[in-house]
């Protein structure tokens, strides 16, 4: 069945985007969330890049064309695709330390013995599911099933994910998904290959999935969430799994995630920020800096915009490594809509004193192209940014 087909089949009612984004800054040693505490579970509302305001999460926006219509609309002109899996399902669970006889990934798993609950889980206020780290020192398994009218492949999937600390996601038994976790196989402790600790269980970020296949009939997604070390606080989980319709983003505006990872520098995990749009071999527009009074440090921005971040999202130097959405409305510093062509999203951050004789630090370039309808554009591979996203227009 074609793609738009099975979308149709899907269809549900649903909300259009939007609502506000929170932040999770755990605490670290030696730095503060922004706003002087390193107290657990708090949302990060001083910080106007990507915090709403104080509370939990609400679910993630499901899948809408702009106008909040629930059916063919003059914005796409085609039917709505439906969450899969919609944001606080109900998913069968037990404890990474119980063992399983099977492979427990694929349709047929016999889950029936295993514990039952509504998401999200985690040891955080509110979660609906509470796991305590008794309960589960090391992390969880979890499945989902989930049934549609007919096989399709190749299928474009997005999933807005809550995770704490790392997890990994398999669809009918295939890798689909990995946040925050080293290369299989998986360790029991996997601080020294990835930055386990520091991590965001109380928001949702995006993810892509592409190329992924679909069973007619049932179909499962299983989930491994592993705590940065035995015993540690900040499990979380929940996951929302739509089928993505790059025909609904907007055409007006580029949307774009990444988070930062520490390299271990002179401040860490403190460090200042910024992101911007280059293009034809200049800055075109700053759309974020958290450097409240050391944005000197930030060699490349400097010296391409002289510190000007007029018009950008600014906010404090930050304690912590957080994801950080970002949004350009397609016109320049002058307030000029930018041409078609190539551009760059840039981002750079340090945790030295990079203007003091310490090498300048960690830079991201996001090639992509503006013009041609809505796209995914890909990630370059760096050491030190994780869950990259970046949809053109």
Known sequence: MPRRSLALALVLACAPEGGARFEYPMSSAGGSDGAGSTTAYTTGDDDPLTSGGPGLPPPPPTTADPSGATGDSDTGGGPIPAALIPARATWRWQPLQTAVDGDWKVVGFDDSTWSEGQAAFGDGPGDATPIDVAT????????????????????????????????????????????????????????????LEGNEPLRYIRVAAPHASLLAGDNVVAVEVRRWQAGAAGLGFDLQLDLWDMSYEPADTLTAQVRTRTYGGEYADEHVGAAWIEGGGGLVRTLAVWAEVREQHLIRWRSLSDGDNADAMTSATRGSHRTTDLSWDLKDRLGQP?????????????????????????????????????????IPAHPQFADGLLVAP
Do not use: C, M
Request: proline share 12%.
């Open 136 to 195: 589960a020192p090391l992390g969880l398994r979890l499945r989902h099933t989930f049934t549609v009218p007919a096989a399709a492949d190749d299928v474009l999937l997005r999933a807005y994910l809550r995770r704490g600390d790392g997890v990994a996601v398999w669809l009918n038994g295939a890798p689909l998904l990995r946040s925050n976790l080293p290369p299989d196989p998986l360790a029991a402790d996997a601080r020294a290959q990835s930055d």
């Open 338 to 378: 930018a041409a078609p062509g190539s551009y760059k999203l840039v981002v750079e951050f340090t945790e030295d004193n990079s203007n003091e004789g310490a090498p300048p630090g960690p830079v991201l370039e996001i090639p992509f192209t503006l013009g041609g309808g809505p796209h995914l554009t890909d």
